[in-house]
Nanobody, 128 residues
Framework: QVHLVESGGGSVQAGGSLRLSCRGS????????MGWFRQPPGKERHWVAT????????YYTDSVKGRFTISQDNAENTLSLQMNSLKPEDTAMYYC?????????????????????WGQGTQVTVSS
């Protein structure tokens, strides 16, 4: 059974950094795709970034490009999201997610339906 547990959220001032981690179990590390979504208060959940496990290819939503970095450590079966230059609009609950079958490509990578397994979320709050 797939199990995902996020950690690393917190409160920071604008311009600061946080590193989110997601420890996984119940699947082969490096298989499929892993990603991060976020959900601001009162809003829908939106895709942030995805990494293709086998090749390490990464994709990001435009608003975080150049600021966020998604990475994986297959030895530890851990997914990370390094978030720099944080902005108040980055405030949200951040969710780790897994797609056993990877999206076909960049056009599909943000579609929620590819992602079957979710963590419980970790809150990120950025103050101005």
């Amino acid at each position: 059974q797939v199990h995902l547990v996020e950690s690393g959220g917190g409160s920071v001032q604008a311009g600061g950094s946080l590193r989110l981690s997601c420890r996984g179990s119940g699947y082969t590390p490096g298989s499929g795709c892993m990603g991060w979504f976020r959900q601001p208060p009162g809003k829908e959940r939106h895709w942030v970034a995805t990494i293709y496990g086998a090749l390490g290819i990464t994709y990001y939503t435009d608003s975080v490009k150049g600021r966020f970095t998604i990475s994986q450590d297959n030895a530890e079966n851990t997914l990370s999201l390094q978030m720099n230059s944080l902005k108040p609009e980055d405030t949200a609950m951040y969710y780790c997610t897994r797609a056993p079958l990877c999206p076909f490509g960049e056009e599909d990578v943000s579609a929620l339906e590819w992602y079957n397994f979710w963590g419980q979320g970790t809150q990120v709050t950025v103050s101005s």
